[in-house]
């Protein structure tokens, strides 16, 4: 089954919001549900008991809805690095080369839940960059709460799957970790969701390697960026709950992202093969992240603007270097 979180826009109702499953091209609400949250926490039974009452009432045409993030505000985002060849392609781009560690255990950081973007929204450049990149990645949702999970149990726990975008501002991520902390800002303005949660029982057919055969594409503009396969993770959805749920809980709604698929960002494709051919984001721009039977997220790019200064210039001069300066 495949549920998205919309708002009306065509009638009388128009504004209200409700939790859906599609069947061809029609969306048929759910009654009285406006998270999808409400219907996790069990074993994924009463969300396909809700799917399948829906599914005998009127549904509504897709022009008359404005399809929002399936999860609109999860309890919290781990976005993972789980995809071996954008881990190897894009540390040889710039000189460098994988740290073992990656290979004995997976690796995350939090992202910002507040920052949730609709599968159509419009992603404006954050304050002070001119590096704006896509991350073409594939989330799990947790349908039950676990805790200590092995990687056995973990995809037990997993209510479904969107497609993901960690929108990623590459100059000021790469400034703040120098500090050695982040990602933060660099990572913290928008990540767009699906247009739909993909319930788990419909990728059990898909299975490869340790991941699932679901083909992922990108373009820009109309021009093709990316193209890979979720079926080449080298961690499992399973090894990446089982980490995530080390020594705390993961709860229902949580997501899991898996980072980004091999050529699935312009970090990569331009220090691979040139930033004249593959140039950050700009106003105006028009990404498409495809992932076949998770749907497609399409999004315009707005103008950003420069933001709010911390300080006065001269005092953010360390103050050895203002002395230095003074008895010059």
């Known amino acids: 089954m495949r549920f998205s979180t919309y708002r009306v826009s065509g009638d009388d109702a128009a504004g209200a919001e409700g939790i859906g499953v599609w069947h061809g091209e029609r969306l048929h609400p759910v009654p009285g549900v406006t998270r999808l949250t409400d219907l996790l926490g069990d074993d994924g039974s009463r969300l396909r008991a809700a799917g399948q009452a829906a599914l005998s009432k009127p549904g509504l045409r897709r022009v008359d809805v404005e399809l929002l993030a399936p999860v609109p505000a999860p309890p919290s985002v781990r976005d993972f690095m789980a995809f071996e060849e954008h881990v ?192 950050y984001l700009r106003p105006g721009d028009r990404v498409r992240l495809d992932g076949g039977p998770l749907g497609a997220i399409e999004a315009r790019i707005t103008p950003g603007w420069p933001g709010v200064p911390l300080r006065p210039a001269a005092e953010q001069v360390p103050d050895q270097e203002r002395q230095h300066e003074e008895r010059r």
């Open 88 to 279: 190897v392609t894009a540390s040889a781009a710039i000189g460098l080369t994988v740290d073992p560690l990656w290979y004995q255990q997976p690796v995350f950081y939090f992202t910002n839940p507040a920052a949730v973007r609709g599968p159509q929204a419009d992603v404006a450049i954050p304050p002070g960059s001119a590096a704006l990149d896509f991350e073409l990645e594939v989330a799990a949702v947790i349908g039950r709460e676990g805790a200590d999970l092995s990687p056995a149990e973990a995809p037990d726990h997993i209510a479904g799957f969107m497609l993901f975008c960690d929108w990623s501002a590459r100059d000021l991520q790469g400034a703040e970790m120098r500090l050695h902390l982040g990602p933060a800002k660099g990572k913290d303005s928008a990540n767009s969701f699906g247009p739909w949660l993909v319930t788990a029982d419909e990728f059990t057919p898909l299975m490869s390697g340790h991941g699932y055969d679901v083909p992922l594409t990108a373009s820009v503009n109309g021009v093709t960026y990316s193209n890979g396969n979720l079926a080449d993770l080298y961690w499992s959805f399973g090894d990446m709950i089982a980490y995530a749920s080390r020594g705390t809980r993961v709860l229902p709604g949580d997501v899991i992202g898996s980072g980004t698929v091999g050529t699935g960002c312009i970090l990569e494709l331009s220090r691979v093969h040139g930033a004249g051919t593959y140039p």
